[in-house]
């Protein structure tokens, strides 16, 4: 099992998604990866942990606000999120939530990059973030789907550090990761000339599945859709969901413990 403690200055350390019916969202993801659910109590709103084999993977709540709903948040681990904030403020993000402190959990700020994606960003204190990756039911990937590549790119290496590695760089396909070369957090796609028109640049992520045939089928078993059969890359194999609120997300097979 592969367990995380500690993670990178800069790189995604945790996600939620905010869901306009949360009974729904908890019953479909705990259902589908085998997670188990704590419930934070009402000073926190209700937020729920999921956990797998009793490691917290990632959260959710209730959509606060006029914020969109339906969708999963990535965070990016921060030293300290007001000053990360108007770091990235002044080159050239909009703040969509200026920092707040969450209890003794820590402090959050949620911004979009100058492409439009929306990221967070989390400044721990008792919540350290998700704890298992590369597993089935945890974590396996985060990718930027990017209108504005190279600017995403520039904003992200300048304001949070990263070190990034270019994978590909054709018109058919652009691509850069981010974070140790041996074992990088995530990726960022030049998505612009696949996106349909009016979807803007936005974060995705990826869990580990056993089977991505078998998970997929779960997925419209438990009222999801399947938006691309499983398929086969040098990365990996691979397949496209969304939740019965709407929410995407991928599968990716990892090929350990049992099935999803």
Same mark, same amino acid.
């Given at each position: 099992?592969?367990?995380?403690?500690?993670h990178?200055?800069?790189?995604?350390?945790?996600?939620?998604y905010?869901?306009?019916?949360v009974?729904?969202a908890r019953?479909?993801?705990?259902?589908?990866?085998?997670?188990?659910?704590?419930?934070?109590?009402?000073?926190? @709103?209700?937020?729920?942990?999921?956990r797998?084999? $009793?490691r #917290? *993977?990632? =959260? !959710?709540?209730?959509?606060?606000?006029?914020? +969109?709903g339906?969708?999963?948040?990535?965070?990016?681990?921060?030293?300290d999120?007001?000053?990360?904030?108007?770091?990235?403020?002044?080159?050239?993000?909009?703040?969509?939530?200026p920092?707040?402190?969450?209890?003794?959990? @820590?402090?959050l700020?949620?911004?979009?990059?100058? $492409?439009g #994606? *929306?990221? =967070? !960003?989390?400044?721990?204190?008792?919540?350290? +973030?998700?704890e298992?990756v590369?597993?089935?039911?945890?974590?396996s990937w985060?990718?930027?789907?990017?209108?504005?590549?190279?600017?995403q790119?520039?904003?992200?290496?300048?304001?949070?550090?990263w070190k990034?590695?270019?994978l590909?760089?054709?018109?058919?396909?652009?691509?850069?990761?981010?974070?140790?070369?041996a074992?990088?957090?995530?990726?960022?796609?030049?998505?612009?000339?696949?996106l349909?028109?009016?979807?803007?640049?936005?974060?995705v992520?990826?869990?580990?599945?056993?089977?991505?045939?078998?998970?997929?089928?779960r997925?419209?078993?438990?009222?999801?859709?399947?938006?691309?059969d499983?398929?086969d890359?040098e990365?990996?194999?691979?397949?496209?969901?969304?939740?019965?609120?709407?929410?995407?997300?991928?599968?990716h097979?990892?090929?350990?413990?049992?099935?999803?």
């Amino acid at each position: 099992m592969t367990v995380v403690t500690n993670h990178r200055l800069g790189e995604p350390c945790w996600v939620d998604y905010a869901a306009t019916d949360v009974p729904r969202a908890r019953d479909f993801y705990s259902s589908l990866f085998g997670w188990t659910v704590d419930e934070a109590g009402e000073e926190y @709103g209700g937020y729920i942990t999921f956990r797998r084999d $009793g490691r #917290a *993977v990632a =959260g !959710l709540g209730p959509v606060m606000g006029d914020a +969109g709903g339906d969708t999963w948040l990535t965070y990016l681990l921060v030293e300290d999120a007001e000053t990360a904030e108007k770091a990235a403020l002044r080159a050239g993000a909009q703040v969509i939530a200026p920092t707040m402190t969450v209890g003794d959990q @820590g402090r959050l700020a949620v911004i979009a990059d100058p $492409g439009g #994606a *929306v990221v =967070g !960003l989390w400044d721990p204190e008792q919540h350290r +973030g998700y704890e298992l990756v590369a597993e089935v039911g945890g974590l396996s990937w985060h990718e930027l789907y990017a209108r504005s590549y190279a600017a995403q790119v520039d904003f992200y290496t300048r304001v949070f550090g990263w070190k990034t590695q270019v994978l590909s760089d054709t018109a058919d396909f652009r691509y850069s990761t981010f974070g140790d070369p041996a074992s990088p957090s995530g990726g960022v796609f030049d998505a612009n000339g696949m996106l349909p028109e009016g979807v803007p640049s936005h974060w995705v992520v990826y869990f580990g599945v056993a089977d991505a045939a078998a998970a997929s089928q779960r997925v419209v078993e438990l009222g999801g859709t399947v938006i691309r059969d499983p398929w086969d890359s040098e990365f990996g194999r691979f397949a496209q969901a969304t939740d019965p609120l709407g929410g995407l997300f991928f599968l990716h097979e990892v090929g350990s413990g049992s099935a999803a």
